[in-house]
């Protein structure tokens, strides 16, 4: 008797301490929900709108995605204007003519991340160029050299561009240190269909979909983030075990091929490639012994010199070609002033780098080609 006793006030005890975290869940969720409808204007559980991202990208069965033709959005509250062509806006008349035609490559400083479309530095190239030349922004957030090919062996040449100006560096060094690093960067461009928020993209997560939806998972990092102990923008998080401030030589390997292929398709097509290594905002990462998210296999405080090392891979790639590299460009007196943050020009940043790109462009012993087809 008291046996069967004990067992059901044990089993009521459990049932009211279960029924009573129910409710404080339960509490806790609604509030969460409560909040983002403060902050946010709608209720969370009705799902998010579709990102802006995905409008102005869209799905591509050999780059992930690739940007919308003719479209005008704010995406991160800039005006962001794409033409025809696919490409973001620079300037350049709709019809090139007999111009000098520049195709620039890159990933997201190249494409002008948190940028209006005149600050980018592809479109402060064309003003500085003036109207001899017609400048097309090729660049998407997250291309590596690896996109670069595909690029300009398959869409350049219908632009016929006279000279190709490659922005590189940071998309491939991303690819340091992987377990799973391939030739063709298999793993990184994976990653570009949540970089590039394209719907054909992998499934979420279970924690993904739960951290969209759930008012308590957003309550709690709300929380986190008012005493310091989270931060949403996932900038920059302890160095994890395996970090390195070493080089990878098989990566190392593979950039040093894409630069070779790359200057030959240009070559090939009778164009002049120009390669510009990437200059990044070394102040910020100074002395910061986290990781960066886009870098996450990299010490940050080693990321500013095995860049500058990884530019050095382009040495000797002009020697017997009709193409450049603009090696002394990372020590043209770069500052924080000139960034908006670790990696992305501000208008002034932009307004130099197309300076100085323009001055060697405009020294190249170019000429046009005849138009073909009203191209």
């Not at 062509?85 to 350049?92: E, K, L, N, V």
Request: with cysteine.
């Amino acid at each position: 008797m008291k046996r069967s006793s004990f067992f059901a006030r044990f089993f009521r005890g459990l049932l009211l301490g279960a029924g009573a975290l129910f409710l404080v869940v339960l509490l806790a969720e609604l509030s969460g929900q409560a909040l983002f409808r403060v902050k946010e204007g709608r209720w969370l559980y009705r799902g998010r709108p579709a990102p802006l991202m995905s409008v102005v990208f869209e799905h591509h069965p050999y780059l992930v995605g690739r940007p919308a033709a003719t479209l005008q959005v704010p995406l991160w509250g800039k005006k962001v204007t794409l033409t025809a062509q696919r490409t973001r806006w620079t300037g350049a008349p709709a019809d090139a003519g007999n111009r000098i035609r520049v195709a620039v490559l890159g990933g997201s400083a190249v494409f002008g991340a948190h940028l209006p479309d005149e600050d980018t530095w592809p479109a402060r190239l064309q003003e500085a160029l003036g109207d001899r030349y017609a400048v097309f922004n090729f660049g998407v957030p997250g291309y590596s050299t690896a996109e670069h090919v595909i690029q300009t062996a398959l869409i350049l040449p219908e632009v016929r561009p006279d000279v190709v100006v490659f922005y590189t560096g940071l998309d491939d060094l991303r690819n340091y240190h992987r377990f799973d690093a391939t030739p063709e960067y298999r793993a990184h461009g994976l990653e570009q269909y949540e970089n590039l928020e394209v719907a054909a993209g992998p499934p979420p997560s279970f924690w993904e979909e739960l951290k969209s939806r759930s008012g308590l998972v957003r309550l709690t990092g709300f929380v986190g983030r008012q005493l310091g102990l989270d931060d949403e923008r996932g900038e920059t998080t302890p160095a994890p075990e395996g970090a390195y401030r070493a080089p990878d030589p098989y990566v190392d390997g593979v950039y040093r091929r894409n630069l070779e292929t790359l200057r030959s398709l240009v070559r090939e097509r009778g164009g002049y490639a120009v390669f510009v290594p990437q200059v990044v905002n070394e102040a910020a990462y100074a002395g910061r012994e986290g990781t960066h998210a886009w870098t996450p296999r990299i010490v940050d405080d080693a990321l500013p010199g095995l860049l500058r090392r990884f530019h050095g891979l382009a040495e000797g790639l002009c020697n017997e070609a009709p193409c450049m590299v603009l090696a002394d460009l990372p020590d043209r007196g770069w500052t924080p002033e000139h960034f908006l943050d670790e990696v992305h020009f501000n208008a002034e940043g932009s307004r130099r780098l197309a300076e100085m790109v323009a001055a060697r462009i405009r020294a190249l012993p170019v000429r046009t080609r005849p138009a073909v087809d009203g191209q």
